[in-house]
């Protein structure tokens, strides 16, 4: 399945004042956003990505035509040559397009339906949303519906406490957002090309087309417990960047697969049969 990307809005609740990067391209680790979110994609098989460009689309455009893999990646330098003992991106395909600067989360998709259309299904995300929900299940369940869209559904994030106050003003109970029955949009999204026929120019996709989908029963909804946790805010990212830094990292459920592998053997097998090839 194709992964569409919104990676080209203002991102102001991120900015610092010392920056214009956009919002997916800011670090947690030594790789920006944008890259967890599309390895996390590429580690359940989904490789072909499309890049809905806009504010700072110079800052993606650059990232990736100057990629680095030695930054997320062991490797042996021998007589001055790099050896990868992995690759990030090798076999990824990733199409870059402009939507406009200032164009709706609707309309970016809206111009990049000739390259989707084609697709029995295909993903969409704000990029900006680190999580370890399975995504295949969410792929198999969407399958199993005739839904033009399916969203992924967490619990509300929001610290606050709700209150349920009488009309003489007394206070009944006191709980908090998280123990409602309520459910937020976890911005983890799939659609069927029909949902091109409820996409109007310069529209929203969820008010727009999202919303009246669900009164009309054609969209379903995954829902994920587990962690999720988004960038909007500069206190969010860094929230992920210390959890980065401390090991604790959820949402790169490839590093377990990683270790179940001996890639130091394997590259040093590799470098000596590489050597001899030489000799």
């Known amino acids: 399945m194709k992964v569409v990307l919104f990676c080209g809005g203002y991102g102001m609740r991120m900015r610092d004042g010392a920056s214009d990067l956009p919002k997916p391209m800011h670090p947690v680790g030594p790789r920006p956003l944008i890259w967890h979110v599309m390895r996390y994609y590429a580690h359940f098989g989904h490789k072909d990505f499309v890049l809905c460009l806009g504010y700072g689309a110079h800052h993606i455009k650059d990232y990736f035509l100057h990629y680095d893999e030695t930054e997320s990646n062991d490797f042996v330098l021998h007589q001055g040559e790099v050896e990868l003992m992995g690759s990030d991106i090798k076999d990824w395909n990733i199409t870059f397009v402009h939507t406009g600067l200032d164009s709706p989360i609707g309309e970016r998709l809206r111009r990049v339906k000739a390259l989707v259309a084609g697709e029995e299904m295909f993903h969409a995300n704000y990029a900006d949303v680190l999580t370890d929900a399975p995504l295949d299940r969410m792929v198999e369940q969407f399958s199993g519906t005739d839904a033009v869209g399916q969203l992924m559904a967490v619990p509300p994030q929001s610290a606050f406490h709700c209150v349920d106050v009488t009309d003489d003003g007394r206070l009944d109970s006191i709980t908090t957002l998280q123990e409602m029955p309520l459910w937020e949009n976890g911005g983890y999204l799939m659609f069927r090309p029909e949902v091109f026929d409820y996409l109007e120019k310069d529209g929203d996709l969820i008010?727009?087309?999202?919303?009246?989908?669900?009164?009309?029963?054609?969209?379903?909804?995954?829902?994920?417990?587990?962690?999720?946790?988004?960038?909007d805010t500069v206190k969010e990212r860094n929230a992920l960047e210390a959890a980065y830094q401390s090991g604790a990292r959820p949402w790169m459920l490839w590093e377990s697969q990683d270790t179940d592998r001996d890639p130091l053997q394997a590259a040093i097998a590799e470098l000596h049969a590489s050597s001899h090839q030489r000799d």
């Open 207 to 231: 008010g727009d087309v999202c919303a009246p989908l669900a009164r009309k029963g054609r969209m379903s909804a995954y829902r994920h417990r587990g962690f999720w946790q988004p960038a």
